[in-house]
T-cell receptor, first 113, second 108 residues
């Protein structure tokens, strides 16, 4: 019954590795997001997709590449991981572009060593 | 200047008291305003939204908006230990921008 799910929940990896985080929503929503929450709890939008189309890209390094194979899925691939990438990454969805109630996934806790 | 600023915490209140949280934002074109609650280790959950100037009440929560002053607040009446969490103010223009959050601790 999970509305927005993410895998994995925890990810511990070495600097320089490449990793992916997956997100799926079963709410029938059109818009999906990736947020990064740093150690100071600051939650910042990274990307947004509406019906598989990229609509927001917030000055994120090129090492981060989102992919939306369909409107229910939004994955995040990170190349050449750096220590500063350690954070909690939240996926979220909304019914449409202009509807603001964000439904958040449980988060993926990434630790880069 | 940060897009959304919240009063720095932590805020400690006794059980039954009123907790008052403040938020200011920089973009005058912002259209809607939200308060999210985030328990430790969990994802944010929406507790209130407000679009128009004035007050909006929902149970023990009251959101207040003053667009002229670019100010949003949240009052939690009759605070309970279960209200202990970080409260995130969020503001929408073309995206949702969050403040850094205020951590509230309700002392039993």
């Amino acid at each position: 019954d999970t509305a927005v799910s993410q895998t994995p929940k925890y990810l511990v990896t070495q600097m320089g590795n490449d990793k992916s985080i997956k997100c799926e929503q079963n709410l029938g929503h059109d818009t999906m997001y990736w947020y990064k929450q740093d150690s100071k709890k600051f939650l910042k939008i990274m990307f947004s997709y509406n019906n598989k189309e990229l609509i927001i890209n917030e000055t994120v390094p090129n090492r981060f590449s989102p992919k939306s194979p369909d409107k229910a899925h939004l994955n995040l691939h990170i190349n050449s991981l750096e220590l500063g990438d350690s954070a909690v990454y939240f996926c979220a969805s909304t019914p449409g572009r202009g509807v603001e109630t964000q439904y958040f996934g449980p988060g993926t806790r990434l630790l880069v060593l | 200047q940060k897009e959304v600023e919240q009063n720095s915490g932590p805020l400690s209140v006794p059980e039954g008291a009123i907790a008052s949280l403040n938020c200011t934002y920089s973009d005058r074109g912002s259209q809607s305003f939200f308060w999210y609650r985030q328990y430790s280790g969990k994802s944010p959950e929406l507790i209130m939204f407000i679009y128009s100037n004035g007050d909006k009440e929902d149970g023990r929560f009251t959101a207040q908006l003053n667009k002229a002053s670019q100010y949003v607040s949240l009052l939690i009446r009759d605070s309970q230990p279960s209200d202990s969490a970080t409260y995130l103010c969020a503001v929408r223009n073309y995206k949702l921008s969050f403040g850094a959050g205020t951590t509230v601790t309700v002392r039993a």
